[in-house]
């Protein structure tokens, strides 16, 4: 498995519409082969933003590359930029091999 994350620095008061645009987006994801998962993470607030992160699951790393690389990918991505800033910088990226996997009794895993 191959996870891919990109983390989001979220100006305070900018926090309900970048969540409504994750929310009201055609992904595209469900085309793709190799697609497991996504989430949108909320994660610790800071003086100036909140931090967010993306982060899709993949069967691989070559399924993933094979995502950047489609139409599916130029679509999910292709909008306008809106006219007020959300987030401050670009997004930080971070890919990840998974080495280890653990599923807990209420993880879908564990009832396979």
Do not use: C
């Not at 994660?43 to 691989?60: F, K, Q, R």
């Not at 930029?81 to 959300?86: A, S, V």
Request: hydrophobic fraction near 40%; avoid cysteine.
């Amino acid at each position: 498995m191959f996870i891919a994350m990109n983390r989001f620095k979220v100006l305070k008061d900018a926090t309900d519409a970048f969540e409504a645009v994750w929310r009201n987006r055609d992904s595209h994801l469900n085309e793709m082969d190799g697609f497991v998962a996504f989430h949108l993470l909320r994660g610790p607030e800071h003086e100036d933003h909140i931090l967010y992160s993306s982060h899709t699951v993949w069967a691989s790393k070559a399924h993933f590359e094979a995502w950047t690389k489609s139409e599916q990918f130029r679509k999910a991505h292709g909008r306008a930029p809106g006219t007020r800033p959300l987030y401050a910088g670009h997004p930080q990226f971070e890919g990840f091999e998974v080495i280890q996997t653990l599923a807990g009794k209420a993880s879908p895993e564990a009832a396979e």
